[in-house]
């Protein structure tokens, strides 16, 4: 259910924002950034504002990123859930992606219905001892119901465009987009509840285990004050919890 191939969905990305691919070979991938892409990724805005006001060919950089952790001292970027690179890429699909309506391309002289389906990423992330983040991707089709996991994987393997084809026409919609969040978030959820608890229950001890000693430390102190402030800090640092946040999402209408 979460995209555990994070080279799978970093190569995505990049592929959609029209980045070549050098090389990508065990866990080590290499990419030939678009200016757009430099831009948003490589914080030069100084660079592209005398290129531009010049009026000449900017040389976007390549970038290297790794994913797979026996390779993380080699020369690039270690991306993984929580990375800061990784955190940048989510941030830029929020920021500038965040809703899509897309049709499936299609080639046909006969009267076709295209179904909608609603298409949502969801980013789960786990605060504790131990940090996590994982995401989430979700397919379900508003006239029958059908529930997709790992939709996007699914999407990859459709051809897509911003137009509908000819001759297709669009099927209106049972399900309201009300009712259809409300359907993921109870799969979440479920989703969620199967998840292992160890983590939450190791931050639990950790947490306890650090109050202990604090209050040992400002016994018979009378900074109460700071103590109650370092209690906030370590309730915060350590305390259990999870936060579900939607990345992006959209309309795709496909064959079924």
């Known amino acids: 259910m979460a995209i555990t191939n994070l080279n799978q969905f970093v190569q995505d990305y990049f ?40 009026g000449v060919t ?9 994913t797979n952790p026996e390779k993380r001292e ?40 295209l179904y909608p389906w609603l298409v949502t990423n969801i980013k789960i992330s786990y605060h504790g001892k131990q940090k ?30 911003s137009s509908i084809a000819d001759y297709c026409f669009t099927i209106s919609p049972m399900i309201r987009l009300k009712s259809g969040f409300l359907r993921m978030e109870s799969l979440v ?11 939450a229950e190791e931050s639990l001890i950790t947490l306890k285990e650090e109050l202990t000693t604090l209050h040992h430390f400002y016994e018979g102190m009378e900074e109460l004050e700071q103590m109650e402030k370092e209690i906030d800090e370590i309730n915060e640092r ?19």
């Open 15 to 54: 592929i959609a924002h029209d980045c070549p691919i050098l090389e990508n070979t065990d866990g080590v991938m290499t990419i030939q950034l678009t200016e757009e892409m430099d831009l948003a990724l490589m914080n030069r805005p100084f660079y592209w504002h005398y290129i531009n006001k010049m």
């Open 132 to 161: 996590k983040d994982e995401v989430l991707s979700i397919g379900l089709q508003l006239v029958n119901g059908k529930m997709r996991l790992n939709m996007m994987e699914y999407l990859e393997t459709i051809p897509l465009q």
């Open 74 to 113: 080699e020369k690039g970027d270690w991306i993984h859930f929580g990375s800061p690179r990784l955190q940048q890429i989510i941030n830029h699909l929020e920021e500038k992606e965040r809703y899509t309506k897309l049709f499936q391309t299609i080639d046909t002289k006969i009267n076709t219905p």
């Open 238 to 256: 350590y305390e259990p919890n999870i936060t579900i946040h939607v990345i992006n999402g959209g309309i795709f209408y496909l064959i079924e």
């Open 58 to 66: 900017g040389r976007p950089f390549q970038l290297t990123l790794i």
């Open 189 to 199: 959820l479920n989703y969620l509840d199967d998840q292992p608890k160890e983590w």
